[in-house]
């Protein structure tokens, strides 16, 4: 079971590589992938770099390209996969249809994980995109239960992969509808959701406030900690009530380190860590707890158990310090 670890610049980079990560999927410094963020990712000659200190650590390396070609701008993308095939990346994480047939047709030996923006959940869209551009995994989006990935783990006809720790929100798998609303801008066209241009933080009296693009977001006291200012983690007065909550997300990150042994089973082949906007230290602490509990299930499966201080660790870690299992445990869909 594949340890799949973020990396948003060569620091976070090395310190997964010595963390114990499996593999590093990163992205290019434009919006070509959907952490487009300033002062984040990758510059080709950067790129070359990573994949040196990745073989050189016999570890693997993905390039991400997971937003949506805008018309008359397609070129761009074009170039990154042709740069990920010169590079021999050990694969490109692509959702837009395009250029899933643009790297199989040009470079058919070099591999294809269709990215959770495609938003593929079921064995007819596996087999579809398996069929047409030889895709060899699927990362699955966070909406599936857990008797869902068993279900689909049965029959896949590719390897799946499953995100088993970072934030969550309710966007639909990278096409943030409320930060386009708000912004003009979402992970899936600007490569960004709640880009950093359109945040403002205010103090008022005694209490912060978070403004994205001048909308009113949070409010918060000054020493009460804020979550990332998106939309659907603000807090909102309802109509019926005087009291700002959280409406439609609270802030918190999924944690399924009490899953491993269920994902094992199943046949998932790699767990993904998400969080490649944030920091090298926040990297290493998450890769390190994921390591030491794929290890600790892998010598003795039987005898696993969540140890107390790696969920300690994680919750720190966790947005609002609260974590969950998210759509895996959930009844409703």
Same mark, same amino acid.
């Given at each position: 079971?594949?340890?799949?670890?973020?990396?948003?610049?060569?620091?976070?980079? !090395?310190?997964? =590589?010595?963390?114990?990560?499996?593999?590093?999927?990163?992205?290019?410094?434009?919006?070509?992938?959907?952490?487009?963020?300033?002062?984040?990712?990758?510059?080709?000659?950067?790129?070359?770099?990573?994949?040196?200190?990745?073989?050189?650590?016999?570890?693997?390396?993905?390039?991400?390209?997971?937003?949506?070609?805008?018309?008359?701008?397609?070129?761009?993308?074009?170039?990154?996969?042709?740069?990920?095939?010169?590079?021999?990346?050990?694969?490109?994480?692509?959702? /837009?249809?395009?250029?899933? %047939?643009?790297?199989?047709?040009?470079?058919? /030996?070099?591999?294809?994980?269709?990215?959770?923006?495609?938003?593929?959940?079921?064995?007819?869209?596996?087999? $579809?995109?398996?069929?047409?551009?030889?895709?060899?995994?699927?990362?699955?989006?966070?909406?599936?239960?857990?008797?869902?990935?068993? %279900?689909?783990?049965?029959?896949?006809?590719? /390897?799946?992969?499953?995100?088993?720790?970072?934030?969550?929100?309710?966007?639909?798998?990278?096409?943030?509808?409320? *930060?386009?609303?708000?912004?003009?801008?979402?992970?899936?066209?600007?490569?960004?959701?709640?880009?950093?241009?359109?945040?403002?933080?205010?103090?008022?009296?005694?209490?912060?406030?978070?403004?994205?693009?001048?909308?009113?977001?949070?409010?918060?006291?000054?020493?009460?900690?804020?979550?990332?200012?998106?939309?659907? !983690?603000?807090?909102?007065?309802?109509?019926? *009530? %005087?009291?700002?909550?959280?409406?439609?997300?609270?802030?918190?990150?999924?944690?399924?380190?009490?899953? $491993?042994?269920?994902?094992?089973?199943?046949?998932?082949?790699?767990?993904?860590?998400?969080?490649?906007?944030?920091?090298?230290?926040?990297?290493?602490?998450?890769?390190?707890?994921?390591?030491?509990?794929?290890?600790?299930?892998?010598?003795?499966?039987?005898?696993?158990?969540?140890?107390?201080?790696?969920?300690?660790?994680?919750?720190? $870690?966790?947005?609002?310090?609260?974590?969950? =299992?998210?759509?895996?445990?959930?009844?409703?869909?």
């Amino acid at each position: 079971m594949e340890l799949l670890c973020p990396a948003g610049n060569l620091a976070a980079l !090395k310190v997964a =590589l010595n963390a114990g990560a499996d593999a590093i999927y990163l992205g290019l410094k434009d919006d070509t992938n959907a952490r487009s963020f300033a002062g984040l990712n990758f510059t080709p000659e950067q790129l070359t770099e990573a994949r040196r200190l990745t073989a050189a650590a016999g570890k693997k390396l993905y390039l991400t390209l997971n937003t949506f070609p805008k018309p008359g701008e397609e070129q761009r993308w074009y170039q990154a996969v042709d740069l990920a095939a010169r590079l021999k990346a050990d694969a490109l994480i692509v959702a /837009d249809i395009s250029l899933l %047939d643009y790297a199989h047709n040009r470079y058919p /030996d070099l591999p294809l994980h269709l990215s959770v923006q495609a938003s593929a959940t079921n064995l007819g869209a596996l087999t $579809l995109y398996k069929d047409a551009f030889n895709i060899e995994r699927v990362v699955l989006p966070r909406v599936l239960s857990m008797k869902q990935v068993r %279900d689909l783990a049965a029959d896949t006809p590719v /390897d799946l992969e499953v995100f088993a720790f970072g934030s969550l929100c309710i966007m639909a798998e990278g096409r943030c509808h409320l *930060s386009s609303y708000v912004t003009g801008q979402s992970p899936n066209t600007g490569g960004s959701c709640s880009p950093a241009k359109h945040v403002r933080w205010q103090q008022e009296g005694d209490q912060s406030l978070t403004r994205l693009n001048e909308v009113l977001i949070d409010k918060a006291s000054r020493h009460e900690q804020m979550g990332y200012p998106v939309v659907c !983690k603000g807090r909102f007065i309802a109509e019926d *009530s %005087d009291t700002p909550d959280y409406l439609l997300e609270s802030p918190t990150s999924l944690n399924t380190l009490s899953l $491993l042994p269920e994902l094992a089973r199943a046949g998932v082949v790699s767990l993904k860590i998400e969080g490649r906007q944030r920091s090298p230290a926040y990297v290493e602490q998450v890769t390190r707890v994921w390591r030491a509990a794929i290890d600790t299930f892998k010598r003795n499966p039987e005898q696993y158990q969540v140890q107390a201080d790696w969920d300690r660790a994680l919750g720190k $870690l966790s947005e609002g310090q609260i974590t969950t =299992l998210g759509a895996y445990e959930r009844r409703w869909q």
